[in-house]
C-alpha cells in the first residue's frame, strides 16, 4: 500500500490518527512518518528527510516557506493547541488560577514530565515558566525531560511517583490513556499555539498531500478537532 510521507509536530497525532480510515477510503493511500518536536521535525525536513506533508507551527511553516521548502500557497491552519497541566488519571485534578497557583503545584510536584525544553513548543515554553516563577534552579532535579510530549505523557502515566504531574499540549494529553486533562496554564503564563499544515516542495505525492490537508482543516471533521484538542 502507498502511504503519505508526514513530518509532524506531536500535537497533530491524534487528529491524524483519527482521519486515517477516511483518508484510505478517498485517495486509498496510508498516512506513514513522524510526530515529535517541532524543530526537530523541521530540521528533519531541511536535512532531506522524504516527506509530502508537514503539521508544524505556523511560525515554522512560515520560515520553511521562506527557505522554499514547503509549498506556499497550499499553506493552511489547522487550530490552536493549548499547552496545559495532567495529571495521572488516578490523581486529583489541580486547580491553577493565578501564577501563584501554578508556582505552588509545581514546587509540590516530586516528579515534572515535559518535552524537550530546547527542541519542542510545550517544552521551550515550561522552561521559560520555570524562569519567570523564579523556581527553575529548584525544581530542576525533578524535571523529567523526555523527547517530546507524547513519550513524556506515556511515562507521567506510568510513574510510580507520589506526586507527578506533567505538561504539554492539550491534544498529546488527550491522546494519552492513563492521564486527564487537569486545565490550561493561568494568565501571564498561558499558551496557546497556532499548528500549519502544507505540502512539501519535494513532495512524491503532492495531491493526496493536499486531500489530506482538506481533511486535517475541513468543516466536515471540526468536531473530531475539537475533540482531540484543537480550537478554532
Known amino acids: 500500500m502507498t502511504s503519505v510521507n508526514i513530518l509532524s509536530g506531536g ?3 491524534g ?12 485517495t486509498g493511500f496510508d498516512i506513514d512518518g513522524e510526530f515529535g518536536a517541532v524543530g526537530v521535525m523541521a530540521d528533519k525536513l531541511r536535512a532531506g528527510t522524504p516527506a509530502d506533508l508537514v503539521i508544524l507551527t505556523q511560525a515554522l511553516l512560515a520560515k520553511l516557506a521562506s527557505d522554499r521548502l514547503v509549498t506556499p500557497s497550499s499553506i493552511a491552519d489547522v487550530g490552536r493547541v493549548e499547552t496545559a497541566l495532567a495529571v495521572r488519571s488516578r490523581d486529583p485534578k489541580v486547580s491553577v488560577k ?15 514530565y515535559v518535552p524537550d525544553t530546547k527542541a519542542s513548543t510545550a517544552g521551550q515554553h515550561v522552561a ?3 524562569d519567570q516563577l523564579g523556581i527553575a534552579y529548584e525544581v530542576a532535579s525533578r524535571l523529567k525531560i523526555f523527547a517530546n510530549g507524547a513519550t513524556a505523557m506515556r511515562e507521567l502515566a506510568m510513574s510510580t511517583a507520589t506526586r507527578p504531574i ?10 494519552t490513556d492513563g492521564i486527564a486533562l487537569s486545565g490550561a496554564l493561568p494568565p501571564g503564563c498561558e499558551l496557546v499555539t497556532m499548528y500549519t499544515a502544507a505540502v512539501t ?10 486531500a489530506l490537508i482538506a481533511l486535517l482543516t475541513g468543516a466536515a471533521h471540526r468536531e473530531l478537532r475539537q475533540r482531540v484538542g484543537f480550537a478554532g
Open 11 to 13: 500535537a497533530a497525532q
Open 15 to 26: 487528529l491524524v490518527r483519527g482521519l486515517t480510515e477516511a483518508f484510505k477510503a478517498q
Open 98 to 112: 493565578t501564577e501563584a497557583d501554578l508556582r505552588e503545584v509545581l514546587r509540590s510536584a516530586d516528579a515534572i
Open 128 to 130: 521559560k515558566v520555570l
Open 166 to 175: 506533567g505538561c504539554t499540549q492539550a491534544t498529546e494529553i488527550i491522546a
Open 201 to 210: 516542495a519535494r513532495a512524491a505525492h503532492p495531491d493526496e498531500a493536499s
